[in-house]
Nanobody, 122 residues
Framework: QVQLVESGGGLVQAGDSLRLSCAAS????????MGWFRQGPGKEREFVAT????????DYADSVKGRFTITRDNAKKTVYLQMNSLKPQDTAVYYC???????????????WGQGTQVTVSS
């Protein structure tokens, strides 16, 4: 089990950038695959990005490819989501999560953070 705390959200304008962080506690962070998901107003939770334990494999939702980058620092037990060229449709609560599988299915993620709000104004 791993405990996760997101930070870095805020209110920005379209075209701006933000970097979200997700700090983990627990001794086995480096063995977990990590993902970012988001839930917009009135929408279901959706996959954003995932990274495997070694940072060798990453995957992104089509809606964020080329704009968002997921990275991790196992020494710091932290996973990041760099978000560039933000759009109003990126407005959502962003969650990080841990899984034994690096994929896009939220059902495979066993531990979740509390979320951080990102609001993009036009």
């Amino acid at each position: 089990q791993v405990q996760l705390v997101e930070s870095g959200g805020g209110l920005v304008q379209a075209g701006d950038s933000l970097r979200l962080s997700c700090a983990a506690s627990g001794r086995t962070f480096s063995s977990w695959n990590m993902g970012w998901f988001r839930q917009g107003p009135g929408k279901e939770r959706e996959f954003v990005a995932t990274i495997d334990w070694s940072s060798y494999f990453t995957d992104y939702a089509d809606s964020v490819k080329g704009r968002f980058t997921i990275t991790r620092d196992n020494a710091k037990k932290t996973v990041y989501l760099q978000m560039n060229s933000l759009k109003p449709q990126d407005t959502a609560v962003y969650y990080c999560a841990a899984s034994r599988l690096a994929n896009s299915d939220p059902a495979d993620y066993t531990d979740w953070g509390q979320g951080t709000q990102v609001t993009v104004s036009s």
